[in-house]
C-alpha cells in the first residue's frame, strides 16, 4: 500500500481536549479512527480515549495479516467500545457514563469501509468531488432530512451538538456500515471531528486537498478551522490520507507498506497532553524508550520540516 | 567547593556538528554555537541538569549518586516533552528544532542559529525609552508564536525578556521552552525549576492545577511592563501578600496610548481568571487600538491636566 497520511487534534479555546485520534497500519491493511468524547469532568476524555485504543488493539490482534470481513470488524468493535464504557462506568461507579462519538476507516485490498456513530464525520473525495461520506446522527441532520433547514445551516443550528446515537450511555448505539467502495490514486479520504467540520465547509476541505499535497493542506487547515472556531472554538481533529503516491509534491512524504514484515503494524495515536494534566507519575526512562523518544521527535521535525 | 560542569571544549565534534563556543549555561542545560557539516551555525542545547549529573572532565556525562540517574532519566522525558512540541512548530517566531540526538550518556537538541540578542540586553543597553512602535511590533509577532506554542498544547511557563530573542532584522523569537519543567515541579525538588521572580504568575507558585495560557499570558503583561520600565514588575508571591504594583496606566499616563497600558495592566492581573484567557483575547485586545480621537483629545488633555494638578 502507498499512502500520505496527516493527523492532528488540538483543543482550540477548549481547557481539554476530549478528541482522539490514531491510526495504525500493517503490510497490507490501515485503520483509521477519530473519537470525540462528551460528559463531565474527565468523562469525554475517557470515552474518546478507551475508544480509539480498543480499535486499535483489536485490530492489531484481528488483522493477521489482513482483516477477514472488515465492515464487521467496524461493527463488532463498536459494540464492544460501547460495552466497555458501561463496564468502566459501572466499576467507578460514574453517575454519568462516559460517551463519545466514533467514525473508523478500514482500507484493505484497494477498498474502504467505513462505520460511524454520532456526528463526527468521514468525507471521501475522488478528483475534488465527494463520492462516499457519512450522514451525522444529530438532530440537525435529522432537520436536514426532513427539509426543515438546509445544509448550510447545520453549523449555526443551536441544536447542532444534539446527537441521537453514541458509544456509552444508556440506550444502543445506531451504528452506520459504508458499502465496500474501490479506491483509486488520488483519492482522498478525511476523518474529522465537529470541531473541523462546522467552521470548514465541505468543499472547501476539498479544495484544499486537492491543490496542495497532503501534509501541506491538512496543518494550514487545522491552523484556520481553529482560528475560525475563535475564542470559544471547540477541539479539533483531522486525519487525512491520499491513497497512492503523493504526487503533488517533490519531498518524499508517501508511505510504502510493501517492505513492513508480516505482522508489524505502526501506530501513531495522538497523544494530546491537557495542559492541566502534567502530573504524570514519575518513572525512570529505559534505553528502549529514550531510542523511541528520539526517533519520534525526529520523525516529527522531518514531518514538520517546510 | 562547588563541582561545575564541563561545558565540551571547542573543536569538539559532536556527531557531524563541531562545537565552536558555549553561548550560554543554565540550571538544566548548556546552549553552544557548533557548525553542521556545511559549515552553516546551530545552535546545540544539552541537556545536562547541573544539580543531578557531573562531568569533571570529557565529555561522557555521569550521574552523581544512584537516586540521581532517576532523577536525571526522568528530566531526560521532560527535555524530550520541549523536543517533542517544538519539532512540530514551524513558526517565524518560536525557535525552530533542527535535530535530536542522543550521546555522551545525554541529549542534545539542535536549533536553527539565531543572530541578535536577548530582549533583556536590548532593555538594559537602551538608554531612552522604548518607543510604543516597537512595543507592539514586537509583542504582536510574539503573541503569533505563542498562540502557535498553545495550539500544539504546550505552556512555555518562562516568559520573559531573558528568553525572548530579537534577531537583527527585529523579529522576535520564543525561545527556551520551560514547559517540560513544570512536569519536574511536582515530586522532585531536586528538578524544581527556578521560577524567574516578576515574570512567574502566582498560580506558579500556588497552584499548578491553574495553570494555562493564562499564565503565559501574565509572563507576556510583565515583559511588556519591563520593556516600558527597565525593571520587572514586584514577583507576584510578594504581591499576592501585599501588592505594591503601580498600574501601568498610572506610571506612563500620556507616554503611550492608554491601549497598551490597559493591556498591561490586564496580563497582570493576580486572579487568573481576569486576565485575557488566551492569546487571541490579548492580540485582539492589543490589535484594538481606540482610533486617534483627534477631536477628543481636548477632553483628554483637560483631563490629563486636572489628574496632574489633583497630584499635585
Ligand atoms: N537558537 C539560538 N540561537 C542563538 N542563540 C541561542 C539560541 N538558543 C539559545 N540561545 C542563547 O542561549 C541562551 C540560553 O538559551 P535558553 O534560554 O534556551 O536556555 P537556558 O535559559 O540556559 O535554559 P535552561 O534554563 O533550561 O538551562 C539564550 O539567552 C540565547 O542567548
Ligand atoms: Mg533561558
Redesign the interface.
Known amino acids: 500500500m502507498r499512502f500520505t497520511i496527516f493527523q492532528e487534534s488540538?483543543?482550540g479555546?477548549r481547557?481539554i481536549?476530549q478528541d482522539r485520534i490514531a491510526y495504525t497500519y500493517g503490510r497490507d491493511t490501515l485503520l483509521m479512527v477519530v473519537a470525540d468524547g462528551m460528559g463531565g469532568h474527565a468523562g469525554g476524555e475517557i470515552a474518546a480515549q478507551i475508544c480509539v485504543r480498543l480499535f486499535v488493539e483489536r485490530f492489531q490482534q484481528e488483522a493477521k495479516p489482513i482483516l477477514r470481513n472488515p465492515l464487521k470488524f467496524l461493527q463488532d468493535t463498536m459494540l464492544r467500545a460501547h460495552a466497555a464504557l458501561g463496564s468502566y462506568a459501572n466499576q467507578f461507579s460514574m453517575l454519568e457514563t462516559p460517551r463519545t462519538t466514533c467514525v473508523a476507516v478500514v482500507v484493505q485490498a484497494g477498498f474502504a469501509h467505513w462505520a460511524h456513530v454520532g456526528d463526527s464525520r468521514f468525507y471521501l473525495f475522488r478528483q475534488g468531488t465527494l463520492i462516499g461520506s457519512t450522514k451525522d446522527h444529530s438532530k440537525v441532520q435529522y432537520l436536514v432530512d426532513q427539509g426543515i433547514i438546509g445544509a448550510h445551516d447545520v453549523a449555526q443550528h443551536p441544536d447542532r451538538n444534539k446527537i441521537f446515537s453514541c458509544l456509552g450511555g444508556l440506550v444502543d448505539p445506531v451504528i452506520d456500515l459504508s458499502k465496500r467502495t474501490p479506491l483509486r490514486n488520488g483519492d482522498v479520504m478525511v476523518l474529522c471531528t465537529d470541531g473541523l467540520w462546522s467552521v470548514l465547509p465541505q468543499h472547501e476541505i476539498a479544495h484544499w486537498l486537492t491543490s496542495q499535497p497532503v501534509l501541506k493542506a491538512a496543518p494550514a487547515m487545522m491552523?484556520e478551522a481553529?482560528k475560525r472556531g475563535?475564542?470559544d472554538g471547540d477541539n479539533l481533529s483531522l486525519i487525512c490520507v491520499r491513497w497512492g503516491p503523493e504526487t503533488l509534491t517533490d519531498e518524499p512524504s508517501t508511505t510504502i507498506t510493501e517492505t513492513m514484515g508480516l505482522g508489524e503494524f505502526e501506530t501513531q495515536i495522538d497523544r494530546?497532553?491537557?495542559?492541566?494534566d502534567?502530573?504524570?507519575q514519575?518513572?525512570?526512562?529505559t534505553d528502549d524508550e529514550?531510542?523511541r523518544?528520539?526517533s519520534?521527535?525526529?520523525s516529527?521535525?522531518q514531518k514538520?520540516?517546510? | 567547593m562547588p563541582v561545575t560542569n564541563q561545558a565540551l571544549p571547542g573543536g569538539y565534534q559532536l556527531l557531524n556538528y563541531r562545537i565552536d563556543r558555549q553561548i550560554s549555561r543554565g540550571g538544566f542545560s548548556i546552549v553552544y554555537r557548533a557548525f553542521d557539516d556545511t559549515g552553516s551555525p546551530v545552535a546545540i542545547k544539552e541537556y545536562l541538569p547541573s544539580s543531578l549529573v557531573l562531568r569533571t572532565e570529557g565529555d561522557v556525562v555521569r550521574a552523581s549518586s544512584a537516586e540521581n540517574l532517576t532523577s536525571f532519566r526522568y528530566g531526560m522525558k521532560c527535555f524530550f516533552e520541549e523536543g517533542r512540541a517544538l519539532a512540530k512548530i514551524n513558526h517565524p517566531n518560536v525557535v525552530r528544532v533542527l535535530n535530536f540526538f542522543r550521546a555522551n550518556e545525554t541529549v542534545y537538541m539542535v536549533m536553527r542559529y539565531e543572530r541578535g540578542r536577548t530582549l533583556q540586553q536590548q532593555i538594559q543597553m537602551r538608554q531612552d525609552q522604548m518607543s510604543e512602535r516597537f512595543v507592539r511590533h514586537v509583542f504582536m509577532h510574539l503573541l503569533n508564536g505563542l498562540r502557535e506554542v498553545h495550539t500544539h498544547k504546550l505552556l512555555h511557563l518562562d516568559i520573559k525578556p531573558a528568553n525572548i530573542y530579537l534577531r537583527t532584522d527585529g523579529s522576535p523569537v520564543l525561545l527556551d521552552f520551560g514547559a517540560a519543567r513544570q512536569t519536574l515541579t511536582n515530586t522532585r525538588p531536586k528538578l524544581a525549576p527556578m521560577y524567574t521572580p516578576g515574570f512567574a504568575a502566582p498560580e506558579q507558585y500556588r497552584d499548578p492545577d491553574r495553570l494555562g495560557p493564562w499564565t503565559d499570558v501574565y509572563g507576556v503583561g510583565a515583559s511588556m511592563f519591563a520593556c516600558l520600565a527597565a525593571f520587572a514588575p514586584q514577583a507576584a508571591d510578594a504581591r499576592v501578600q501585599e501588592d505594591h504594583l503601580v498600574s501601568a496606566k498610572k506610571i506612563w499616563a500620556g507616554q503611550y496610548s492608554d491601549n497598551l497600558l490597559e493591556v498591561v495592566d490586564w496580563c497582570l492581573r493576580l486572579d487568573p481568571l481576569e486576565r485575557p484567557q488566551s492569546v487571541f483575547a490579548l492580540q485582539k485586545a492589543i490589535r484594538d487600538i481606540p482610533p486617534k480621537k483627534r477631536k477628543l483629545s481636548i477632553l483628554g488633555n483637560i483631563k490629563r491636566v486636572l489628574f496632574s494638578e489633583i497630584r499635585a
Open positions: 488540538r483543543k479555546s481547557r481536549n491552523r481553529e475563535g475564542p494530546t497532553i491537557t495542559l492541566t502534567r502530573k504524570g514519575q518513572r525512570d526512562l529514550i531510542e523518544a528520539i519520534e521527535i525526529q516529527t521535525i514538520y520540516r517546510k
